[in-house]
Every structure is written in C-alpha cells, then in structure tokens.
C-alpha cells in the first residue's frame, strides 16, 4: 500500500482544520480549568503524567463528537477506547498525545497495529484510505499547549507532519503604542545664563509717571 500522500491528505483535510483545532483547544480549556480548581483547592500534584493524557482524550472524544456528529461528509467510530473519524470517505483520523517523535503511543492491539501500518486495513474501508493521527503537543508541565499536528506514520517511523494553526511564539503579540513622555525640564544651572534687567540710571523715570 503507497505512504499516504501529504498533498492530498491536506487539501482533503483543509475545511475541517479549524474545526478540528477547536475540538484540541476546547479539551485543554477543560484541563486547565481542571488544574486551576485543583491548585486552589490544595490538591496534591497528579502522580501520572499519564492522567493529563486520559482526562485530555476523554475531554477530545466528547467535543469531536458534538463537533462533527451532524457532519454528513465525516463518519464517526465510537469504539470502546477510542474514537476514529472518516472524512470524506478518504481519510481516517484519530487523536492522541504525542510523544517527542510527534507519534501517539498506543498498548499494541491489533487494531492500534492496524491503524499504525501503512499497510494495516480496516474492515468496510478502501484499501487506499490514508490513515493519520491529530497529535497535540504540550510543553513539558502541560501549561501551555504548543502544537496540534497532522500526523501519517509507518509503525514507529514518522512519514511526514504539518500543522494546524500554528500557536503564536511566547512573548509575540499586539505592540501598543504609548504617547512619548513630555521633554524634562531643562537643568537647573547656576544662574549665569539668566537674563536680568538693568536698574535704571539714576534719575530715570518710570513708564506712567508725571512728568
């Protein structure tokens, strides 16, 4: 079975990008609410980075799910442990967290093997459909998440990758600008560049007085 094709899968992929970004994004909206209530309750650290992963899938499953259930061109899989999504009969989707080769980890069952290999075939699918993971990226204290990617693999090899949405680097934003400060006041010298009028000779008469 051809590699899937990048070009393809991309324009094939390219109106439901956004809708695809915001599902990731409203999942990790819900785990930092998540961890924001734990840390005001005084909650102990989670003990497995893994926890974030699972709250993190539960969290993607649900929004994917009332994302695209109405979608006539994309075709949904619930399954026991996961979910995978059919999009325009061409290409077959699923989330996972990606590892520092941008490759969902999976416990390999058959149908993870299947989903892994490019010449892995799903039942009821053509032989052709293009099999792709959306990873999402976060940094290392899952603060913050940095990535959200299209994904094709051949079992632990990394085939190609793009991105949806790019996350704008830290610290780039909204320059606003601020009116320039007024000029300071000139130094204060020691009186030898003012200038002082002269006493009037003697004998001189004032402006206004009679002669």
Known sequence: MPHPDKDQVQADLED???RIRKVVEQAWAEWRAIA???AENNYAPLLYSRTVANLMFDAIARYAIAEFA???SVRIEIEAQTI???FRGSVLARFKKGDDNKLGQNIPT???LAFEFVDGIFPGLPPETAKVEFIWLANEINTNLEHVLVVARDGDRLLWDYEIGAVPSAGAGTVIPFPMPPSPPPPAGDGEDLITPKAPAPGTKKPGEAE
């Open 36 to 38: 924001e209530f734990r």
């Open 70 to 72: 109405g979608d006539t």
């Open 84 to 86: 995978k999504l059919f």
């Open 110 to 112: 058959q149908a993870a």
């Open 16 to 18: 439901f990008h956004d």
